[in-house]
């Protein structure tokens, strides 16, 4: 291993297995049963210096395994400690996460590894504004991991619950997730004041798939001569930043015609289901979802304003792979990314304008869907705007392409979306003077098939009034805040119990009308039915090499069935990558997570 504060680019990575890291068997047969067989690269490298006691800093694209990589041998130190536990008077092990979505997550990963080792050790959550009684049900006993946010825990301090010498005294382990994110949600002052009461002897691990100011600034705050791990991959450093497993696609249209273009590639089936449609606002989302709505297309949309049971439910249930098969598109308003905008065009008044605008309106502060949430089951990421920053845009196209799992993006871009386009590709590694590029013209959309739908696209378009979109949103909100209701009670009995209620009712007034629904094969030309045929088939031949019918393209042979890898693709970024080393040592050997 290199020595400490020196990166690790570079260093050799061996195949070794779990086992070889050191783990605890307990953990492997938790592992074993959730079909999780080798380390990724960065699981490999940060678990042994984790259980050296080593401070790390971790750096690796979206999607590499950071999660475990800290999680594992967190456990294996509660574990080993567990017998010393009884004199702890706070958490022994505190993991910080910048949204509530995210703090959901990764308690729910803690909570199955815990359940899947038998062993008995207490894991709590707290967010948003928990009540004092609330706060120190939770705190009691103590717990040994805490999952929370920054402002929460600095709220049980200011409150009592938490005592800052309790914390002097029991704190052993801290882990800043998302480091990158931490920052830009409004948490610095948080964290600076919550280190006056973090003990020296206190290991300190931060996560992150981007490198920025703020996460250098977190790191000389909270670590002692850490490690600096950045995964020792092929290629130049930009190279680094995207998974390889993620194809990338671009289409560019007028501002008007995203919706006709967005309704060409999911009516005529040219993309793999699960799609993950991202906007920049709320009201594009609901215009998006009350235009695919009359032409039959279901779609679910989650935002900030949703109450906080209803976006937890949708996450879950994307968490549980769709089986219930509710819906295929979501819709999420990518709040990350315009907070980060904020940030920094701090005094933009255009964005001073909109926050005005909705200031009547309870947006959740701790809400978060674009860093960190592992979406399992998204083949699709479809930038229906384009983020605000090449970081963003990073954040946004790692919802898919999880671990060894492969999937696609699709960015629909407006002439006014050049500029941001264009450094997105610099930014991922292309050539200003040249034509290389990591993403590639969609192949499979012609310019037939895309008019074939103009008249019916464009006369629906105009019936998605202003009104139409504010009355939409209004009844979403009503519909879940019931919902709400009724999950609180219901999913504190049934936490599984995925199917009850439905996030993607129709808010049209109108029915869809039949001829709209359908797309008669007929008229499709020739091209553009055989693409469609194309995807089909590799989603049904999918569904057939899947015990549970979830789960994406996976192992060679499914990759070599994938249309998007048979046509070819036009940028030489993109061959060259076709060509590149996969992700992972361990590539060749299926895995079903
Ligand atoms: N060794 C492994 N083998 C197979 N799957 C794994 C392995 N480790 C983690 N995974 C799975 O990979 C997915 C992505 O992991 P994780 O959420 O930790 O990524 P991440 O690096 O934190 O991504 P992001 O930066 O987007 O937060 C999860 O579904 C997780 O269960």
Redesign the pocket.
């Given at each position: 291993m290199a020595n400490s504060d020196e990166n690790q680019e570079g260093e050799q990575l061996k195949d070794l297995t779990?086992e070889e890291l050191g783990l605890d068997p307990r953990l492997i047969r938790a592992?074993t049963k959730?079909?999780?067989?080798?380390?990724?690269p960065?699981?490999q490298i940060g678990i042994p210096l984790i259980l050296e006691g080593k401070d790390v800093v971790a750096r690796?694209?979206?999607?590499?395994?950071?999660?475990?990589?800290y999680l594992l041998p967190l456990l294996q130190k509660l574990l080993s400690d567990n017998n010393n536990n009884s004199k702890a008077v706070a958490p022994t092990a505190m993991i910080l996460v910048p949204s509530r979505e995210?703090c959901q997550?990764v308690y729910s990963?803690v909570l199955s590894l815990i359940e899947l080792c038998r062993v008995q050790l207490k894991v709590v959550q707290l967010t948003g504004e928990p009540s004092f009684s609330d706060m120190a049900a939770a705190l009691a006993g103590p717990p040994h991991i805490l999952v929370s946010t920054p402002a929460c825990v600095q709220r049980c301090l200011s409150s009592g619950v938490l005592k800052a010498t309790s914390i002097q005294d029991s704190l052993s382990i801290l882990v800043l997730?998302?480091a990158d994110l931490l920052f830009t949600y409004g948490y610095e002052k948080n964290l600076k004041d919550l280190k006056t009461h973090i003990p020296i002897k206190c290991q300190c691990l931060l996560?992150?798939?981007t490198s920025s100011e703020d996460v250098e600034s977190l790191k000389k705050l909270y670590l002692h001569n850490p490690y600096i791990l950045t995964l020792p991959e092929v290629g130049d450093a930009k190279d680094e930043i995207v998974p390889k497993n993620v194809q990338q696609f671009w289409i560019q249209c007028s501002e008007r015609d995203k919706l006709l273009h967005i309704l060409a590639i999911l009516k005529l089936d040219l993309v793999q289901k699960k799609v993950l449609i991202f906007t920049n606002t709320i009201d594009t989302g609901f215009r998006l979802k009350l235009f695919l709505e009359q032409f039959g297309i279901k779609s679910a949309v989650l935002n900030a304003e949703l109450p906080v049971n209803s976006r937890l439910h949708i996450l879950e249930f994307m968490f549980q792979g769709f089986n219930a098969g509710l819906f295929d598109y979501l819709i999420a308003t990518d709040d990350s990314d315009s907070k980060e905008k904020e940030k920094m065009d701090g005094d933009n008044q255009t964005e001073k304008k909109k926050s005005k605008k909705h200031k009547k309106r309870k947006l959740d502060s701790e809400f978060g869907v674009v860093?960190?949430?592992?979406f399992?089951n998204v083949q699709t990421v479809v930038n229906f705007d384009m983020p605000a920053s090449a970081a963003g845009y990073v954040?946004r196209i790692?919802?898919t392409g999880?671990?060894?799992?492969t999937g696609q993006s699709i960015s629909i871009v407006s002439p006014d979306e050049m500029e941001i386009f264009d450094e997105i590709k610099l930014f991922l590694g292309g050539d200003e003077d040249s034509d290389v590029t990591h993403i590639a013209p969609f192949p499979l959309l012609e310019k037939n098939a895309v008019e074939f739908l103009r008249y019916r696209a464009e006369d629906v378009a105009r019936s998605v009034t202003k009104i139409a979109v504010k009355e939409a949103r209004a009844q979403d909100l009503r519909n879940e805040i019931l919902n709400s209701e009724k999950l609180k009670a219901h999913f504190q009995e049934n936490p599984r119990d995925l199917a009850l209620l439905k996030h993607d009712k129709l808010l049209s007034k109108k029915a869809p009308a039949p001829h709209l629904r359908d797309v008669p094969e007929y008229l499709l030309d020739p091209t553009t039915q055989q693409a469609s045929k194309f995807v089909k088939l590799t989603r049904a031949a999918m569904g057939r090499n899947n015990n549970n019918g979830n789960r994406g393209f996976k192992g060679r042979s499914k990759k070599a069935g994938d249309p998007l890898k048979t046509f070819s693709a036009q940028g030489k970024g993109m061959k060259r990558k076709a060509k590149g080393k996969e992700f992972?040592p361990k590539q060749k050997k299926k895995?079903d997570?």
């Amino acid at each position: 291993m290199a020595n400490s504060d020196e990166n690790q680019e570079g260093e050799q990575l061996k195949d070794l297995t779990f086992e070889e890291l050191g783990l605890d068997p307990r953990l492997i047969r938790a592992l074993t049963k959730k079909n999780i067989q080798n380390p990724t690269p960065i699981q490999q490298i940060g678990i042994p210096l984790i259980l050296e006691g080593k401070d790390v800093v971790a750096r690796a694209k979206t999607g590499s395994g950071k999660t475990f990589a800290y999680l594992l041998p967190l456990l294996q130190k509660l574990l080993s400690d567990n017998n010393n536990n009884s004199k702890a008077v706070a958490p022994t092990a505190m993991i910080l996460v910048p949204s509530r979505e995210l703090c959901q997550q990764v308690y729910s990963e803690v909570l199955s590894l815990i359940e899947l080792c038998r062993v008995q050790l207490k894991v709590v959550q707290l967010t948003g504004e928990p009540s004092f009684s609330d706060m120190a049900a939770a705190l009691a006993g103590p717990p040994h991991i805490l999952v929370s946010t920054p402002a929460c825990v600095q709220r049980c301090l200011s409150s009592g619950v938490l005592k800052a010498t309790s914390i002097q005294d029991s704190l052993s382990i801290l882990v800043l997730d998302e480091a990158d994110l931490l920052f830009t949600y409004g948490y610095e002052k948080n964290l600076k004041d919550l280190k006056t009461h973090i003990p020296i002897k206190c290991q300190c691990l931060l996560m992150s798939a981007t490198s920025s100011e703020d996460v250098e600034s977190l790191k000389k705050l909270y670590l002692h001569n850490p490690y600096i791990l950045t995964l020792p991959e092929v290629g130049d450093a930009k190279d680094e930043i995207v998974p390889k497993n993620v194809q990338q696609f671009w289409i560019q249209c007028s501002e008007r015609d995203k919706l006709l273009h967005i309704l060409a590639i999911l009516k005529l089936d040219l993309v793999q289901k699960k799609v993950l449609i991202f906007t920049n606002t709320i009201d594009t989302g609901f215009r998006l979802k009350l235009f695919l709505e009359q032409f039959g297309i279901k779609s679910a949309v989650l935002n900030a304003e949703l109450p906080v049971n209803s976006r937890l439910h949708i996450l879950e249930f994307m968490f549980q792979g769709f089986n219930a098969g509710l819906f295929d598109y979501l819709i999420a308003t990518d709040d990350s990314d315009s907070k980060e905008k904020e940030k920094m065009d701090g005094d933009n008044q255009t964005e001073k304008k909109k926050s005005k605008k909705h200031k009547k309106r309870k947006l959740d502060s701790e809400f978060g869907v674009v860093r960190g949430i592992d979406f399992k089951n998204v083949q699709t990421v479809v930038n229906f705007d384009m983020p605000a920053s090449a970081a963003g845009y990073v954040h946004r196209i790692g919802r898919t392409g999880r671990a060894f799992n492969t999937g696609q993006s699709i960015s629909i871009v407006s002439p006014d979306e050049m500029e941001i386009f264009d450094e997105i590709k610099l930014f991922l590694g292309g050539d200003e003077d040249s034509d290389v590029t990591h993403i590639a013209p969609f192949p499979l959309l012609e310019k037939n098939a895309v008019e074939f739908l103009r008249y019916r696209a464009e006369d629906v378009a105009r019936s998605v009034t202003k009104i139409a979109v504010k009355e939409a949103r209004a009844q979403d909100l009503r519909n879940e805040i019931l919902n709400s209701e009724k999950l609180k009670a219901h999913f504190q009995e049934n936490p599984r119990d995925l199917a009850l209620l439905k996030h993607d009712k129709l808010l049209s007034k109108k029915a869809p009308a039949p001829h709209l629904r359908d797309v008669p094969e007929y008229l499709l030309d020739p091209t553009t039915q055989q693409a469609s045929k194309f995807v089909k088939l590799t989603r049904a031949a999918m569904g057939r090499n899947n015990n549970n019918g979830n789960r994406g393209f996976k192992g060679r042979s499914k990759k070599a069935g994938d249309p998007l890898k048979t046509f070819s693709a036009q940028g030489k970024g993109m061959k060259r990558k076709a060509k590149g080393k996969e992700f992972g040592p361990k590539q060749k050997k299926k895995q079903d997570m």
